[in-house]
């Protein structure tokens, strides 16, 4: 799952640091172990920022990095989480990537979810209707906005979060990602400045001057085989039972392997996808526990009819999907969530540095997700993103 250190590369590197060469977005990157990752980063981004993002490594102290991030960024809101793997120049892992929005650019106005087992719909619904207000009115220039959202992966409630959030959204397209723990699966952990928060959700609303498209690709087919969930525990997204028999016992029966075999890789190379309105929306299995039970990314109920769906190449479809964003005009930066099991495929199939070179060819930075938020839905196994284009003036 290494994508290079880009310090092998002066070039790469440089563009690491400043970002690619009149570019909108500013991003740099920093090892992991660096202490004093932090101020390099705010030095390289530069002033005037109306909001920093922060992805960062799970090999690093969160704790510690975002306390120093928030001293070196001054007065420039600071967001962070922890990754299933960064992007930058392709994937890489053991970094710290930061992305800055120019406060000529863009404004932004960030919205704290503190508790995602005491969801208050009224009041969570009333702040995002105010902040967007309150944008509107203090930059009336700026025509274009979308959402953001960062998510506490470990919790298992973003279903929940963007059922509430899907109502107070109006047109304003939103993307986003849940924090991860690389492959472990373990804790993630979110920042607003230097507080560290967990169970939680940050959602930042933002403005600019510059052209967006928001948006949701996979690269799978629905097959034929299908499975119905006859056995489950809806609020630990476990699945006991597929057609009558152990959960995890089925599912490798179906794919013709020993139970004991089922890992990361089997997930990412057979997904299965349940079909919602007319399209079908990926359900990722992330583990198996006790033996028998499948315990899933999203959510799950028993009578859900599960198809396995089979990949396309995953480094053709990116490059297609990516150069189709330029329809609208040529992209200036693309920021993305990333389902780790396209990580994890794109390891498995030895296509890591084909897809690392797709996602530096387009300019992608971003991270590895435990699952993905786009409009008012949780999802897996995709790509989610906001394309940004420059100005009319300006091109």
């Known amino acids: 799952m290494d994508g290079g250190d880009p310090a092998a590369d002066p070039a790469r590197a440089a563009a690491d640091r400043t970002g690619r060469a009149g570019a909108i977005l500013r991003r740099a990157q920093a090892p ?78 960030t919205i704290a979810v503190p508790d995602l087992d005491r969801i208050e719909p009224a009041a969570l619904i009333d702040a995002m209707i105010r902040a967007r207000q309150r944008l509107g009115a203090s930059h009336p220039g700026f025509v274009h906005e979308f959402a953001y959202l960062m998510v506490d992966g470990s919790t298992l409630r973003e279903d929940a979060l963007m059922a509430v959030v899907g109502h107070g959204l109006g047109p304003v397209p939103l993307f986003g990602g849940s924090a991860g723990d690389g492959t472990r699966f373990g804790q993630s952990y979110l920042a607003q400045g230097a507080r560290v928060r967990t169970n939680a959700a940050l959602l930042t609303f933002l403005r600019t001057r510059c052209p967006i498209r928001v948006f949701s690709f ?64 990926v359900r990722s299995i992330q583990r198996v526990e006790n033996g028998t039970d499948l315990v899933f990314f999203s959510a799950i109920d028993e009578g859900v009819v599960l198809t396995l769906a089979t990949p396309r190449d995953i480094a053709r479809s990116l490059e297609s999907n990516l150069a189709r964003l330029a329809d609208a005009g040529p992209v200036d930066s693309i920021l993305a969530c990333d389902c780790i099991l396209r990580r994890i495929e794109a390891q498995q199939k030895q296509q890591t540095r084909e897809v690392s070179q797709v996602l530096a060819r387009h300019n992608v930075t971003g991270f590895s997700t435990y699952g993905e938020q786009f409009g008012a839905m949780h999802v897996n196994l995709t790509m989610t993103g906001v394309a940004i284009y420059a100005p009319e003036g300006d091109r």
Do not use: W
């Open 218 to 281: 996979d690269h799978l087919d629905a097959g034929a085989g299908q499975m119905v969930v006859t056995g489950a525990d809806p609020a630990q997204r476990r699945v006991c039972e597929i057609n009558a028999a152990p959960a995890a016992v089925e599912y490798a029966r179906l794919l013709g392997k020993p139970a004991g075999q089922l890992d990361p890789f089997t997930f990412a190379a057979h997904p299965l996808v349940v079909r919602v309105g007319g399209r079908y929306h």
């Open 32 to 109: 992991a172990a660096d202490p004093g990752a932090a101020a390099r980063l705010a030095s390289d981004l530069g002033p005037d920022l109306a909001l920093a993002l922060l992805f960062v490594s799970p090999t690093a102290d969160f704790a510690a990095t975002m306390a120093a991030a928030a001293r070196a960024f001054g007065a420039t809101p600071v967001l962070g989480c922890t990754t299933a793997g960064e992007i930058a120049g392709g994937y890489v892992e053991d970094r710290i990537i930061a992305v800055g929005f120019p406060a000529g650019d863009f404004a932004a106005e």
